[in-house]
């Protein structure tokens, strides 16, 4: 009698973990739809700009064994855009010196590149021009970059090494200066390279967040 009474008690409770394991699945899936759902009406109708670093001029960096940043650049703009076009978003996919930059306006403007070859480095880093006509709106894009690219990519961030030619990057004086805009350099040929080149989807990942983040933020109106 024990013994039976005892079945059926590991019965119930395994059936009720069952079924406790099966809700937790369903409240997830649930609240990862209603995550994509909420991205793509972030994105759908916004215009968002995207240049290919050094892409249609030259090679960028080189590394020995031949890899140019170029490339590693196009592959990720590339990956990015598609993934915002998923979403509704309409995506201009620029070159490095694309005459379409004069006057360019879009809700939201990045320029994707990579970091030297050179040494054993590790980490990204985000800029905006150094004298904005919208600090506010540009300082909330580079916060977002930076926030949801560590998150995506898990790369230590790299403020150091921020360059004047970062902060003043020759499309900020040519696009449309109401275009909020920023440059990011989504890690090192060196010490990056696998993330950069084997997993290419997670820095794209990072980049789209980033931009998804600054447009949710931009439409509640935050300061």
Known sequence: MRRQLLRRTQHLSLAIAILALA???????????????EQASLATGRRVGLVAGHS????????PDGLTEAEVNLDIARRTAARLRRMGAQVDLLQEFDPRLSGY????????????????????????VEHSALPEAEDRLVDCLWQQYEVATSLARHPNTITFDMREYHAFGE?????????????????????????????????????????????????
């Open 175 to 223: 696009i449309d200066p109401q275009t909020p805009a920023a440059i990011i350099e989504v890690g090192f040929l060196s010490g990056d390279r696998w993330l950069l080149t084997a997993q290419p989807d997670r820095v794209a990942k990072g980049v789209a967040d980033g931009i998804l983040c600054f447009l949710a933020a931009a439409g509640t109106g935050e300061p």
């Open 105 to 128: 306006r879009a809700d939201v403007f990045v320029s994707i590149h990579a970091d030297t070859c050179e040494g054993n480095y590790s980490g990204f880093k985000v800029a905006r």
């Open 56 to 63: 249609g001029y030259d090679s960028g960096a080189v590394c």
């Open 23 to 37: 809700a937790s699945g369903w409240l997830i899936t649930r609240r990862v739809l209603e995550h994509r759902q």
